[in-house]
Structures are given as C-alpha cells and as structure tokens.
C-alpha cells in the first residue's frame, strides 16, 4: 500500500526467519514520497510471530511473506498512502492503527473505518491486482508497524496458498461490512445517531474511554460542521454520556439504538 517507498531496503534471510532492517518513514505534505529514513535497529522475525499476529496462516505461508517482505515504521501522523497515487505494496498490520479515509478536492475528510493489528487493507489488494491508484488515503493514527508485500508476489500467493486466499476473502467481507455500517449511519441516521456511533466504535477500536480529538476533528470526519457537533457534544454531556473538555472526551456511559 506504499507509494514510491522502495528506497534503503536492507535484509538478510534464512528459511525460519527474516532479519530487517527497521527505519522510521517520514512523509511530505501532498505526497507520500519518502523524504528520509532514520534506521532504528536490526531485528529478527520469526516465522511463528507472523503466525501469532495472523493466526489463519499455516509455516509455508508465513515463511513465504516473510522472505519476500519487508518491515516498515510509522510515525504517528504520517502518510502511508494518498488518492491518486500507486500501490507497490500492500500491507499487513503488525501493530499500531491506521486509519482509512476518503477525501474531496477540497480537502474534507470523509473516515471509513481503521485498520487493527492482524488486518489487512482490502483496497490495496483490490487496486494493486488491478493496477489501480489509490482511491483512499491511509494515514497512522498511532505509531505503526506494518509488513509491506510488494505486489508483483500477489497473484502467487493467491494460487499456490490457501490461507491466502481465505485470508483475502475475509479481508473483503469485514471492510465491506465495515463501510455498509457507515454508509447505513449516513443513509439512514439524524447526525446524534450518527455521532454516538462514531464515539462508541472510537471507544471500541482505541480500547479507552478517553479520546483525544477536537469537535472540528469529529466534524471533518462525519461531513459536519463545527457548531453542530458542538451543540450536538454539549446535550451528550448534560445527558451525561460523556464528559467534554479541550481536545479530550472522556466516555462514561454510551447507548447506541
């Protein structure tokens, strides 16, 4: 799910496990060309780790992605992928958040939903096997750590294992889920509905109470504006589902119908 981020690759492999080479990618304002790499230290990856993260895979798979893969850092912030731009690789979630979103051409935010550790990104799958830009950007929402597959393999890992292929189907399913969720909120939800659910899956995917984030932030992300979801956090609070204070939200009890 990379753009042009196929510069310093640096690894050694043997048949059990893959030593990389780990650097900290930093991304410039408008594109997601790599600026600068900061190599942070050499580790190794066992076949068993990537089973442990994507338990669905059997030896021969996780063996197979981790000598023709790649490990790769994220900042929290940084851009992984913007609309419009190539895929080279697609990627798979060791650990952090990435969260996935659609903008327009006036820069407005429309969120779809986030990726978790053990999670692919259906999107890239779909445009690299196509040959597609990409129609999403991806950006970390935390500090992230993802196995980058370079696309050229994938069409190999879809005929010669199955594990894959499954894998990619359930990957399809759960996003396709995911954004019929989001659209059914829009469709078919006053803006209050809509905003105690995006609380509530906020609550569910960062595993805490407290969210930082601004109303203007809540409102890029729901196609709102500023004062309406204000007003809208003001009755929450004297309702007392949550507690709202600068850039912090803090969850006491939520009910979603």
């Not at 790499?37 to 066992?46: A, I, P, R, Y």
Request: hydrophobic share 40%; aromatic share 12%.
């Amino acid at each position: 799910m990379f753009a042009n981020a196929d510069t310093a690759k640096t690894w050694n492999f043997n048949f059990k496990s893959v030593t990389v080479k780990s650097y900290y990618v930093s991304s410039m304002q408008g594109q997601a060309a790599i600026n600068s790499f900061k190599f942070d230290k050499t580790f190794v990856m066992q076949t068993e780790e990537i089973k442990n993260i994507f338990p669905s895979f059997d030896n021969k798979l996780a063996e197979e992605i981790a000598s023709k893969s790649e490990i790769r850092k994220f900042k929290q912030g940084d851009i992984l992928m913007r609309t419009g731009q190539n895929f080279r690789s697609t990627m798979l979630l060791v650990s952090g958040l990435i969260k996935i979103f659609r903008e327009d051409e006036e820069g407005n935010e429309f969120f779809m939903y986030y990726l978790q550790p053990g999670q692919a990104c259906a999107l890239s799958m779909i445009c690299a096997a196509k040959h597609e830009t990409s129609e999403i950007t991806a950006k970390a929402a935390e500090d992230t750590e993802v196995i980058a597959m370079p696309i050229e393999y994938m069409d190999n890992l879809m005929l010669n294992y199955k594990n894959w292929y499954y894998f990619v189907l359930e990957t399809y399913r759960s996003r396709f889920e995911e954004v019929l969720q989001t659209i059914d909120h829009i469709a078919f939800r006053n803006m209050d509905e809509r905003l105690l659910f995006y609380l509530k899956r906020q609550q569910e995917t960062l595993k805490t109470n407290i969210l930082t984030i601004s109303n203007t932030e809540i409102a890029q992300e729901l196609n709102s504006s500023r004062e309406v979801i204000s007003r809208l956090m003001r009755k929450l609070a004297d309702k007392g589902f949550i507690k709202s204070s600068r850039n912090q939200i803090e969850i006491i009890s939520l009910e979603i119908k």
